[in-house]
């Protein structure tokens, strides 16, 4: 799938190399009102779609086909564009203890979070003011996210 960017809501780039846990965050993420770039197998794949529409976050999952996610990472820094890592067991660099780390099995909810945690919608402030909302476990859409943010 490509990104379909729509205006006023974010764009999440999805890395996974695998089909059938890639389409998961792909599915939750639109069902959150995202709009989803990927799921990108490969490391190449995912940075040459940065030069696209660029996503306003990202959902690496470390281990890609073809090698390690790190060079994506660092291109997605290098482009201030913020992003989580999916890392089971693998071992995460120390540059990247920053980063927001899921597990191989973690809560949808938790992926919801992240992207509306570094939100970067025109108009809307970095931290969301939806993240209460979301740490209550309410059912939260992110395209609930751009109206909050005029508020």
Do not use: H, K
């Not at 764009?11 to 998961?24: D, K, R, S, T």
């Not at 999916?86 to 927001?100: E, L, Y």
């Amino acid at each position: 799938m490509q990104a379909i960017g729509r205006e006023g809501y974010p764009v999440v780039l999805v890395a996974e190399p695998q089909a059938l846990p890639g389409m998961w965050p792909e599915d939750v993420l639109t069902g959150a009102g995202c709009a989803v770039s990927g799921p990108y197998g490969t490391c190449r794949e995912a940075a040459d779609s940065l030069d696209g529409t660029p996503p306003d976050f990202a959902v690496v999952s470390v281990d890609l086909n073809q090698g390690s996610c790190f060079p994506l990472a660092c291109a997605l820094r290098r482009r201030g564009v913020p992003f989580a890592l999916i890392s089971g067991n693998a071992r995460v660099p120390d540059a990247f203890a920053d980063v927001r780390l899921f597990d191989r099995l973690f809560d949808a909810r938790d992926m919801v979070s992240a992207v509306a945690a570094s939100c970067s919608v025109a108009g809307c402030p970095r931290t969301c003011p939806m993240l209460g909302r979301i740490a209550a476990g309410e059912e939260l859409a992110m395209d609930q996210c751009p109206t909050a943010c005029r508020a």
